[in-house]
């Protein structure tokens, strides 16, 4: 992976021209969209280069894990079920001390979490500082 920094030394001040080729249906239509939006195929495709390279990529989706257990070979299987409804599997063939162990991990990482933030009722949930004016009662 080259660094911006590496890269802007091999390239001229200011502008660097990119290009591509297309069909030539594809070259008519970027023409005939560009002339009824009132602009040039640079300005276009500048444009959706900067837009692509700025937004910052969706890393999350929404779902829910789900620990199914197979009583022919006693063992579990972790899966996550998106909320479109789509399946995956995880890990297979889970010993129940693997299991107990991830359970075990999970728990104490959630109350190392909550210690840490100061989270001491059980249904209370994390409150950004800021919402409340940047401390807490306590002075924390």
Request: net charge neutral; proline share 3%; aromatic share 6%.
């Amino acid at each position: 992976m080259v660094t911006i920094k590496e890269a802007a030394l091999n390239m001229p001040d200011e502008y660097v021209s990119v290009s591509t080729r297309l069909p030539k249906v594809d070259a008519i239509l970027l023409q005939n969209k560009c002339k009824n939006q009132g602009t040039t195929t640079s300005e276009y495709i500048r444009n959706l280069i900067k837009k692509n390279i700025d937004s910052p990529q969706k890393n999350f989706i929404a779902g829910k894990n789900k620990i199914k257990y197979n009583k022919l070979n006693n063992s579990f299987s972790w899966f996550v079920q998106l909320d479109s409804g789509q399946e995956t599997k995880i890990l297979d063939n889970l010993s129940l001390d693997f299991v107990k162990n991830l359970k075990n991990e999970i728990e104490e990482s959630i109350t190392e979490r909550n210690e840490w933030v100061h989270q001491t009722e059980k249904d209370s949930v994390s409150i950004p500082k800021k919402l409340i004016g940047g401390e807490d009662k306590d002075g924390h």
